[in-house]
C-alpha cells in the first residue's frame, strides 16, 4: 500500500472510532521507515502506545493487546448484526505441522505470528502475503525438553523491533522491517532442560521473559533484558536455591522457610512460562508461577510447607525485579497446579468499592479474584468440577483440602486432573457485559505416588505416576472418568463469582477467546470450527469450519478501515502427544495456518487431501513373557508415553510406532540406546535404559502393535 493512502486509512479510522484525541505518534509513523521494506511501513511501539491501545484500536500491540491482558478490542464493525457475513478473507499456510500457539500482533498492518519451532512470519495484515520469516533453527533434539510440544505463544514489538523467545533458550531481537537479528542472548546459559514457549512482554524497554521445564527439573526465574542492547537487567527466581549459597535476595531467604529436606537437587520447578501482565499507574509486574518439580511434595520437601512461590502470582516492581507481593492460589502444590494460566486486571465495584483487582482462573479450578494493590485474597469459587477441595477459605484465602487428595496413602480421583481445569489458552474479560470468558474444561484423573522414585536429570522426573493418566483396567472407573471429560466457555461474573452462563463444547482443549464491543465472543474449537458467540446470551451466532483444531487466541485489527478477526489454527499441544484415544474422537487433523476473517471475506481454503488410513504392517513375531511386559510397559509409561502416546497410539505428530518398520524394529536398540535418531527429536535413552529395558519396551510395542494388527483383521 501507498504511504498516502495509508495514513488516509489511518485517519478514516480515527474518525470512525469517534476519537477526538490525535493518537499517540511516535518518530517514525511510517515517515522515515526503510525504503525498499515489504509491506505496510514500519512504526515504532512504545509503552505510550500500549497504554493508550485504545486510542489505536486497529492495532494489536502487545500479547493481551493492552497491558491488562483483557483481550477486548473496542472495534465493532464486526457486531452480532453484521457477524452473519463474516468470511475468510486470506490464509497462511504455516509449514510445520506441530502445535499452535500464538496470538497475532498487529502493528499498523504488518503481522507477526509465531508457529512450532519458534519460526516468527511477518505478514501483511491486509493480504496474508510473507513479507519475512525468522527461523530460528531451533535443534529438534531439544524436542525432548518440551513438556508439551514445540510450541511458541507469539512476539512482542518494540520500538522497531521484535522479539521472541526460541525453544531452546535464546530470546532474539529482530529488525521489524526485515527480520533481520539484531541480538540474540542466552537466557538459560545453555542448560537443558530449560525450554521457552511464552510470549515477551515489553515493560519500560525491558523485555521480560521466563522458561519452562518444571515437569523435567528445573528452578524457575524471570529475566529481564534491555530491549535496545540485549544487557541481562535483573533476574528474580521463584524459589529458592541451596541454602548454603547466599539467597539471591531477602524473599528468597524468607521462601526457604517454606520448603524442607533438599529440594534444590530437584530443582524445585516453578517456571514462569506464560502470564504477565503490568499497571503503570501502580508500576508493578505481575507473572504467574508454575509447578512444583517433581509434582510430589512428598520427594521435593518432604516434611511439608507450602513451598513458595510455587503456584503463585508475583508482583515485581519492573525497573528492578524487586519483590512487592505475591498471593499462593495452591499452597503445598503436588499436582501439577500451576498458576501460569492469563491474568487479567480490571477494577470492578466490589460490596460498593472501585477494587483494583487481579484475575486468574489457574489450573486447579478456583476463580481468583486478587487486590492488585496489596496481594490481599478478595474471593474465590469453582468455575469446573473440583474433587480436590471443597472449597477456598474466605479468611485465609487457602484451599480447604479433602482427605486424601494429596494420594499419600492411597490413589486419588483427581477433579481437575494436571493439564488443569483451564490452561494457557487466553480468557477474555468484556468490560460492556462485565464477565470473564474461559476456556474452561473438566478433565479427571488418578494421582498415585512413584514406588522408588529416581531423579534422572533432563528427563520427566514427576515423582507421580504417569501412568495415572493412563485409563485404568476398571470399566466402571473408565466410564466414570469419559462420563465426566467435557470442555466448556465458561461466561464468569467476577463479582458475583458465579456463572452468567455456559456454552458446551464436543471435548476439552478448546481455543483461547476474544472479546470485542461488537459483543461478540470469538473462540476456535478441539474439533476444527472457528465461532462467534453472543457475549451477552453465549448464543452461537457464526462458525467457519477450519478443517483443523483451534488452541491459539484470536486477535482483531483493522486495515484499510476494515475489521479483521485473525486466529492461529493447527492442533498440537499436549493432548495430540498423548495420542491416538483422545484424538481419534477429536478427529485430529493439523493443517498449521493463519486464518483472517473479515466482512464480506470470499476467500476459501483447499480442500483437505484425502488421507487413507495406513495399515498396521504385520508385526514382528514375539515370545515376550509376562514379567517383561510389564516391566516394558512400565518403562514406556516413564519415558515414552509423553510424546508416542497412551496405549502406543499416536495422535499424529510423531511415528506412531505400531507402524513401525522392520528396519525400525531391527535398529532399535542404535535408536533408543544410542541415539542414532536424534536429529529428528528421539533422545538417546542409553544412561537411563539398561539393554533389558531396552528389549522390555521393544516387546510391549510389538505386543501392542501385535493387538492393533489382529483388531485390524478382524475388519474393526
Ligand atoms: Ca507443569
Redesign the pocket.
Known sequence: MKKATWLLALIILLVAAGCSKEPHAPDGTGQDAAAGVAGPPVTEVFEARIARADEEAWNWLSHGRTYDEQRFSPLDDINVDTVADLGLAWYFDVPTKRGMEATPIVVDGRMYVTGAWSIVYALDASTGEELWRYDPEVPKSWAQYA??DVVNRGVAAWGDSIFVGTLDGFLVSLDAATGDVRWRVDTIDRKPPYTITGAPRVVKGRVIIGN?G??LGVRGYVSAYDAATGELDWRFYTVPGNPADPFESEALENAAETWTGEWWQYGG?G?V?DSMAYDAELDLLYFGV??GSP?DRDVRSPDGGDNLFLSSIVAVRPDSGEYVWHYQTTPGETW?F?A?QHIILADLEIDGKLRKVLMQAPKNGFFYVIDRVTGEFIDAEAFVKVSWATGIDKQTGRPIEVPGARYEDAPFLMMPV?IGGHNWQPMAYSPMTGLVYIPAQDVPGIYMKEPDFEFVPEFWNTGAEFETLHLPDDPAVVAEILASMSGQIVAWDPVAQRPAWQYQHAGPWNGGMLATAGNLLFQGSLVGEFAAYNATSGERVWSFPAQTGIAAAPATYAVDSEQHVAVAAGFGTLIPLLGGKPMAAANFKNYSRILAFKIGGEANLPEPPVVAATPVPEPPQSSADKSLLALGKDKYYERCATCHGLDVASGGLVPDLRHASHDTFDSWDAIVLGGSRRDKGMPAFGEIFSKEDSDAVLAFVIDEARRAYARQSQGE
Open positions: 513438556c508439551c519452562g518444571a515437569e520447578g517456571t512460562w508454575g509447578n509434582w501439577d500451576t501460569t494436571g
